[in-house]
Each structure stands twice: as C-alpha cells, then as structure tokens.
C-alpha cells in the first residue's frame, strides 16, 4: 500500500478560525477564517476573511496577495462558506503578524491603513488530526490538518471585542470548539 496521497496537493498552509456566539447555537456575531498559505498556485501569502458584530456584520476580506485570495474563493474557501465564493466583496491591502505558542495561546494581528484587528486562541485543547478524501461528505476537496480546539477565543478591532464567545462541541467524539487552530493544513483534488 503507497503512503502517498494519489490526489494532487492544491494548497498547503494554516487555517485558523474562530466562530463566536452569544449563546451555545445561536447565531455567530463573529465567523473569522484565517489563512497563511505557503503553497498555492498562486504563491504564499495572507488573508482573513472577516463577519463581525464589531466590524459591520459585513464580509470583509484583509490580504497581502489578492491573486491568491481570490483563487481561495474560488476553490476552498467558497466550498466552505458559499457567501465568500462572491469576488465583489472587496480586498483591503494589509500586513500580518503572529505571536505565541499553540500550547497556551495564539494571535494573529492584521493591519490596514485604517483597522487593526487581533484575532486570539486560547484555552488550548488536545490537537485532532483529520484526513479525508475528495468527495468526503460531498465535498469537491480533500484535508489533512490538524485541529486544536480552543474554548478561548478574542477578536478585536480597532479597540473594540467582539462580543459572543467560543463554545465546546464534539468533533468524532472528541472535544473540539467552535474556534480552532488549524495547522499544517494540506487541501487536496483529485488527479
């Protein structure tokens, strides 16, 4: 049996995100997905696409490579969140940088000639590793990543939190959040 995955590897990278709610299941008042991609057809590069209470429950998408941002709703992010697959949202130029240690805490900052945003992880749970295939639960990709819980979770922006909060769920049967890091994150199609 080959230990080669027999797809083709379309993007390798991290994908943070961090989904916060006022109450357990009730509607999110921040969905922010974060990407810093090493990998693409498109080349390495950053971007976060951002709904918040704090930011006018509006999708905003930040980036420092818009070739690669907009090939990502065309491909994984869009199957993810079919509302990102619109490419008439603008991309507002901006800088990234991260701190931390995904044992205790994360953050990433993004900043504009107008926002700062920080995005934190923490109350780090035990990491998940996934894999599937192409065509798992009918999605057009494939994911191998791991996924660390945490039930932490802060977004600010321009000095304002969000409100909401990050709440525990289960993910085949192991605890998991509705915010998570995501690392080493390799997304597949077939060949």
Known sequence: MSITDPNKTILTGENPFLRLSATDGGPLTTNASFWRIYLSPMGPGHVL??????ADNK?????????????????????????????????????FEKEGDPRTFWTERVVTSTEEISLTWYDIGDP??????PGHNGRKYGLNTVLIPALGAR?????????????????????FSTSALAFSESWTEPR
């Open 49 to 54: 696409y951002l709904k918040s209470d704090v």
């Open 59 to 95: 999708w905003r998408i930040y980036s420092d490579n818009i070739s690669m941002t907009r090939w990502l709703q065309d491909t994984v992010q869009g199957m993810l969140n079919a509302e990102l697959a619109d490419k008439d949202i603008p991309v507002l130029d901006a800088e």
């Open 128 to 133: 998940l590793m996934i894999h599937h295939q």
């Open 155 to 175: 977004l600010i922006h321009n000095g304002v939190v969000a409100s909401g909060k990050a709440w525990p769920l289960q993910r085949e049967g192991r605890p």
